[in-house]
């Protein structure tokens, strides 16, 4: 069954580059049935969606976020991954990984990873 | 941005009740609403979309409903896996925005 793991540094300086990779395992990444996603959750808050890759680099971000994050596919490896540059303490959150499903019905997150805390503090 | 508002935010309840969660769009999303569950340090799992549909494993005791703006969850008969946190999610136009959540707790 398909898995999703993130990975990268649980702490980030303010004004640096948050870096994370999603390793996807149990299926292939170069597929066109699925978009793959960042989503963020702060301490104690909700959600929010940071941008979506399609297998072929097409990309989709949200627009409060898009002048720093920059989402990349690497097919080969079967990871995508996430960068968020100029980061400051309200980027500390839980970062999570998921496969986004686009049909006539749905347009959700089907699948996840567990999720990795990223704190942003000098 | 569509702004997606839950309530309440948190409740109390026992097993066996029913549990009504509300989420309410700022404007019109025409059934476009996702339901999740997530649990303390765990990742949300997708419960219903298209406002209504039940993903596949998805207990029956688990119900989406509404229209235009204001939408439900309904847990017809709580069971103790399902102390949880939900969140409602719009797809109607982008960026997908989430509500805050609603924390179902033990009485």
């Known amino acids: 069954q398909l898995q999703l793991q993130e990975s990268g540094p649980g702490l980030v300086k303010p004004s640096e580059t948050l870096s994370l990779t999603c390793t996807v395992s149990?299926?292939?990444?170069?597929?066109?049935?699925?978009?793959w996603a960042w989503i963020r959750q702060p301490p104690g808050k909700g959600l929010e969606w940071i941008g979506s890759?399609?297998?072929?680099?097409?990309?989709f971000y949200n627009p409060s976020l898009k002048s720093r994050v920059t989402i990349s596919i690497d097919t080969s490896r079967n990871q995508f991954s996430l960068n968020l540059g100029s980061v400051t303490a309200t980027d500390t959150a839980v970062y999570f990984c998921?496969?986004?499903?686009?049909?006539?019905?749905?347009?959700?997150?089907?699948?996840w990873g567990q999720g990795t805390a990223v704190t942003v503090s000098s | 941005d569509i702004q997606m508002t839950q309530s309440p935010s948190s409740l109390s309840a026992s097993v066996g009740d029913r549990v009504t969660l509300t989420c309410r769009a700022s404007?019109?999303?025409?059934?476009?609403l996702v339901w999740y569950q997530q649990k303390p340090g765990k990742a949300p799992k997708l419960l219903v979309y298209?406002?209504?549909r039940l993903e596949s494993g998805v207990p029956s005791r688990f119900s989406g409903g509404g229209s235009e703006t204001d939408y439900t969850l309904t847990i017809a008969s709580l069971q103790p896996e399902d102390f949880a946190t939900y969140f409602c999610?719009?797809?109607?136009?982008?960026?997908?925005?989430f509500g805050q959540g609603t924390k179902v707790e033990v009485k």
């Open positions: 999610q719009q797809y109607h136009s982008a960026p997908h925005t």
């Open positions: 298209a406002a209504s």
């Open positions: 998921a496969r986004q499903v686009i049909n006539p019905y749905l347009d959700g997150f089907d699948i």
């Open positions: 404007q019109a999303i025409r059934n476009s």
């Open positions: 890759i399609y297998y072929s680099g097409t990309t």
């Open positions: 149990g299926g292939s990444i170069n597929t066109n049935t699925y978009y």
